[in-house]
């Protein structure tokens, strides 16, 4: 599949750091470093602008070597960039950790998965058929 992409970055485009890989690394798009406090937030652009086709959208995950070594994640895991959004491509990054961590410019900082989607339409009824679960959640299966 080819998406059409501006790349306003100074950064190469997104690729597979392997032949089985799902998703690509994202890139901070910087003009200077940026230093996130202990639960601290931000919206860290990526410069990259992208037209995704009908059926498919763009899922924006943590880099497990960032969560673990330092406690940076995506706040809203996965983020979900939608087919008709035309807007820069900003991840949300935030800091779990009990230390500052700084953003260099062109540093990897998620992971962009592009998967096929189904909408739904909604048929209300009074009841759902039984299953042997039922309504068991959270553990329901032990250990």
């Given amino acids: 599949m080819q998406i059409r992409v501006i ?60 969560a673990l070594r330092h406690g940076i994640t995506v706040a809203n895991a996965p983020g979900t960039i939608d087919a008709d959004y035309r807007g820069e491509v900003c991840v949300l990054l935030v800091n779990l950790s009990d230390q500052p961590f700084v953003i260099a410019d062109g540093e990897r900082i998620a992971q962009l998965v592009v998967a096929r989607y189904e909408q739904v339409g909604w048929t209300e009824v009074d009841e759902l058929d039984a299953t042997q679960r039922g309504a068991g959640g959270f553990g329901h299966t032990g250990r």
């Fill in 7 to 66: 790349n306003r970055s100074r950064h190469p485009l997104p690729g597979y750091a392997t032949a089985q890989s799902a998703g690509m690394d994202l890139r901070a798009n910087l003009t200077e470093p940026l230093t996130l406090q202990p639960l601290q937030r931000a919206a860290v652009p990526t410069g990259l602008y992208i037209a995704l086709p009908d059926g498919y959208e763009a899922q924006v995950r943590p880099r497990s070597g960032l």
